[in-house]
């Protein structure tokens, strides 16, 4: 993921030194702008799942009608999908974009705060000269809260285990108002695969939280916020039209 590394330790020096040297600050605003560059794909994925959830009406039916026939019902929301054009496994899709951003923050952090004296002469071969004020600052600070950003959460600073904590909460709270869980007796193979999402993403973030850099809890405990406060303004102003159109 070096292709996404560099550019982001870079950006992370330049918001370093124009957030006036704080790292955790600095962070948060590359967490801001990853998320603007994202945001018409998570737009599109909620409006996706919103048309989903209007469609539980017509999945009720399907299956009633086809409750004997799995195969067929699931061949009939698939239908149904196409109509009205959605795309259920873009959910997915947003997860697998993400990925590459994941570990190229991760790399670009341990860049910027290295533990190892090869982490810092790999980095210096890739720090852009031409932007202003980046050169001679790695390593970072890298203390936060008496946590060091470098390094994954452990039992000496036993309260870094606090950031993972947050991270499954936040990941859950998200998942359940941007895709509430589907009801417990529909067994469909999308309904399925809602549910195993669900508790995978969640489970997925807070694995990374674990085993990298405590700076990367503050990536996904940022991420998760935006789109907590994205996907309620969303809603709300949907509301707010549709009770004008009443």
């Known amino acids: ?15 370093y030194t124009l957030l006036g040297q704080n790292t955790v600050v600095a962070i948060i605003a590359l967490t801001v702008l990853i998320n603007l560059i994202l945001l018409p794909m998570n737009l599109s994925q909620q409006r996706s799942t919103r048309k989903m959830q209007e469609l539980q009406p017509e999945f009720e039916k399907l299956k009633k009608k086809y409750a004997k026939d799995p195969e067929r019902l699931n061949q009939e929301q698939f239908k149904l999908y196409q109509k009205v054009g959605v ?16 570990f190229g923050l991760y790399r670009a952090i341990v860049y910027c705060v290295p533990s190892t ?8 071969q890739n720090i852009y000269q031409w932007l202003p004020g980046v050169v001679g600052l790695v390593p970072l600070q890298s203390t936060f809260l008496g946590m060091d950003l470098g390094q994954p959460p452990n039992l000496v600073q036993w309260w870094s285990y606090a950031l993972p904590v947050l991270v499954f909460v936040t990941s859950i709270i998200q998942q359940r108002i941007i895709s509430p869980p589907p ?4 067994q469909s193979q999308t309904a399925t695969m809602n549910r195993q999402m669900q508790i995978m993403m969640p489970l997925m973030t807070v694995f990374f939280t674990l085993q990298y850099a405590i700076g990367l809890s503050v990536y996904f405990i940022i991420s ?5 406060i994205q996907y309620s303004l969303v809603r709300t102003k949907r509301q707010d039209k549709a009770e004008a159109k009443s």
């Open 87 to 102: 795309n259920p496994l873009s959910g997915c899709l947003l997860l697998l974009i993400q990925f590459p951003i994941w």
């Open 1 to 15: 993921m070096y292709f996404l590394a560099y550019p982001f330790a870079n950006l992370l020096l330049l918001l």
């Open 117 to 124: 004296p090869i982490q810092l002469f790999e980095f210096s």
């Open 183 to 186: 009801a417990s007796d529909d």
């Open 224 to 228: 998760n916020l935006i789109r907590i």
